[in-house]
């Protein structure tokens, strides 16, 4: 009911302002009705199809592969150990570029990483330089501090949110979505580094300082691009705060 009132008033508004738009064009009171209701119905064609296009395109695209990566991380955790860590390993490998031995731990999704496990994964590999623990099951903050304090090896801990955010960016190797054309797969990983200097949690509070700091230059010299500059910074430190993206480093 909600969201067809809204939907009734944002029309009205539309209506409203294309009304006024015509009659300061057209100096006619009954021309003006109509092309503004025309326009309406035209408007409301476009954005239907518009709104169809983006459903059944790129946005229903990144939610089936959400949803797959979600199913991947099950498989992994049901799939033999061997299968399932070369798997991940190449994962990595794609993701950050680590060539480092990888330990995995196979538990259901909804439970959580015991720290006992923890231990004991790292425990096998005593010694080394580095070692990435993955496991198919959430972790809570007592196994992160454990994994920040475990040293020789050093231990990178990837949990199933981690992996369902990798699965989805690279999904090739889980049967997640099509295949990408040479020039896309060249393209998308500077994207995805653009887009996390951009929209990166650690420098949201800094960007709300730069966006009121341009906000205050606007106000005392009101030079427009000031205005247009802290709209931006604004945006971006917005969307960086609504945003969790994935570590920029493995370790």
Same mark, same amino acid.
């Given at each position: 009911m909600g969201r067809k009132i809204d939907r009734f008033v944002l029309?009205?508004?539309a209506a409203g302002g294309l009304y006024l738009y015509f !009659?300061?064009?057209v100096r006619n009171r009954y021309a003006a009705i109509a092309l503004a209701l025309v326009s309406c119905i035209l408007l409301r064609k476009l954005l239907g199809c518009a709104m169809a296009l983006l459903m059944n395109g790129r946005f229903m695209r990144r939610r089936r592969i959400r949803h797959c990566a979600s199913g991947a991380v099950m498989r992994l955790a049901c799939m033999d150990e061997a299968e399932a860590s070369q798997r991940l390993s190449n994962l990595l490998r794609e993701a950050y570029g680590a060539e480092c031995p990888l330990e995995l731990i196979q538990l259901h999704p909804s439970t959580k990483l015991?720290?006992?496990r923890l231990f004991e994964a790292w425990r096998l590999h005593r010694g080394e330089a580095q070692l990435a623990i993955c496991a198919t099951c959430a972790c809570d903050a007592d196994a992160?501090? !454990?994994?920040?304090?475990l040293k020789s090896?050093?231990?990178a801990l990837v949990d199933a949110g981690l992996l369902r955010q990798l699965i989805a960016e690279y999904p090739q190797g889980f049967d997640c979505g099509e295949a990408q054309s040479p020039r896309r797969r060249r393209i998308a990983p500077a994207l995805r580094r653009a887009g996390s200097l951009l929209c990166n949690r650690r420098n949201a509070p800094r960007g709300l300082l730069f966006a009121a700091a341009m906000l205050l230059m606007y106000?005392?010299?009101g030079g427009i691009a000031y205005l247009i500059a802290a709209m931006v910074l604004l945006?971006?430190?917005?969307?960086?705060f609504h945003r969790a993206p994935r570590p920029a480093k493995l370790f």
């Open positions: 029309t009205l508004a !009659l300061g064009a015991p720290q006992d992160r501090a !454990l994994a920040s304090s090896p050093k231990v106000a005392l010299g945006f971006l430190a917005l969307v960086s």
